[in-house]
């Protein structure tokens, strides 16, 4: 009971603080994931000891649902920000991101891991796979607030939280055919992905959640016509059918996290404007009540130990990772891409691909389904590593953007 009650505080009182000081922290070299890894890490067994998320079940059963929550919440609020038709006027810079471009931050990032850590080729290309999605969540905290809104223009906004919206769910099939890769044959194994993964589990997402959300969407402006429903249950009512969508989703044996973002651009398309303008800032509010707490769990639960024994590959692979994982294939593939106009743009977008939930999610799912620690402990340091580095530049690389647009007069 002592634990529960200092979870409660200590979540409580983290989403209190960064509340009043979210404006401030906007300004500063601390991302608000930042404030929360760091509190989790005081509050875990390597600090203080006050809370051991061991303690309380299975640690990498928690995490991975923790995740899969806190992006089905995110992904709702991401789709409900961006311009209702964006995904459908934009999706040829999309498509490039999504397809081409995530497949070469792959290849990247596991080819990077097979060289340096020595692991199997695929168990290699699994963490490559888990590392490979844009973080929604930090995302989101990169291209929201005063300074986001003051030097990046919507098109770099919206580009990259599409991206980051969509790359989530369909890095699934990317860590399911290492993962199957490492469990049968090949040949059963690419007859089981491209049946079951791609045609059942990512493709059934899309259509599943876009049905449902637009059907969701339609049922509420029906419901609104008829003076049924009061404009205040509009926040409950996405918080819902997320979780619905998500929970589905999963029962139906399919991607739910791609679901529950297919569910948000349909719900978006089926409501009129109003509705979002009006709830954006509350959406953002309950994101992070939601979002904050999962850093938290993931600063408790870090395997220091596992780092140290990885000697100078730690800090080899950070670093290779997070210079070489995207910011070459952006550059190379930047001329296709119509939403990236000039240099600074491409280095801005190469550079924030930021490492987050998603990968926590994966992580601890390719832990489960395989066994391979390398994908937790690898996987939880690039998180990290990540979280530090983009949280501690977004503000200065973000005014520094600024600067440089209005130089050139855009």
Request: aromatic share 8%; proline share 5%.
């Amino acid at each position: 009971m002592s634990s529960l009650n200092i979870a409660l505080l200590t979540v409580g009182m983290l989403v209190l603080v960064l509340g009043l000081l979210s404006e401030p922290l906007k300004r500063s070299l601390l991302s608000t994931p930042l404030v929360a890894l760091v509190v989790g890490v005081l509050i875990g067994p390597a600090v203080t000891g006050a809370l051991d998320v061991a303690s309380w079940g299975s640690q990498e059963a928690i995490l991975e649902q923790a995740a899969r929550l806190t992006l089905g919440i995110s992904l709702m609020g991401i789709a409900l920000r961006l311009p209702r038709r964006y995904v459908l006027e934009h999706w040829r810079p999309l498509a490039l991101l999504l397809g081409p471009v995530m497949v070469l931050m792959w290849l990247a990032s596991g080819l990077l891991a097979f060289l340096l850590l020595g692991l199997p080729f695929w168990a290699a290309m699994l963490i490559g796979a888990v590392v490979t999605p844009t973080d929604p969540v930090i995302a989101s905290s990169i291209v929201t607030g005063g300074v986001a809104d003051r030097n990046l223009p919507g098109r770099v906004r919206h580009l990259l939280s599409g991206e980051s919206g969509a790359n989530d769910g369909l890095a699934y099939p990317l860590v399911f055919i290492s993962i199957l890769m490492l469990q049968r044959p090949a040949g059963e194994a690419l007859g089981e992905w491209v049946l079951q993964v791609v045609l059942w589990e990512v493709t059934g997402a899309v259509v599943l959640g876009a049905v449902i959300g637009y059907g969701a969407g339609w049922l509420l402006e029906k419901a609104e016509a008829s003076g049924m429903v009061e404009r205040t249950s509009f926040l409950a009512y996405t918080i819902a059918l997320s979780v619905a969508v998500l929970g589905g989703a999963k029962l139906l044996g399919t991607d739910g996290v791609l679901a529950v973002f297919a569910a948000g651009l349909a719900f978006s398309m089926a409501v009129e404007d109003s509705y979002r303008v009006e709830e954006e800032s509350e959406q953002e509010a309950v994101n992070s009540f939601f979002t904050l707490p999962v850093f938290a769990l993931l600063g408790m639960s870090l395997p220091f130990g596992g780092w140290w024994d990885l000697g100078w590959v730690a800090p080899a692979l950070v670093v290779g990772i997070l210079l070489l994982r995207r910011l070459p294939a952006l550059a190379a593939l930047s001329p296709l891409v119509s939403g990236l106009r000039d240099r600074k743009d491409v280095l801005f977008f190469g550079w924030f691909g930021p490492i987050g939930v998603a990968a926590l999610f994966y992580a601890t799912l390719a832990l489960r389904e395989t066994g391979v620690e390398e994908a937790w402990t690898v996987g939880s340091l690039l998180i990290t590593a990540s979280i530090v580095v983009h949280g501690v530049s977004a503000a200065p690389l973000t005014r520094l953007y600024g600067r440089k647009s209005r130089q050139t007069g855009e």
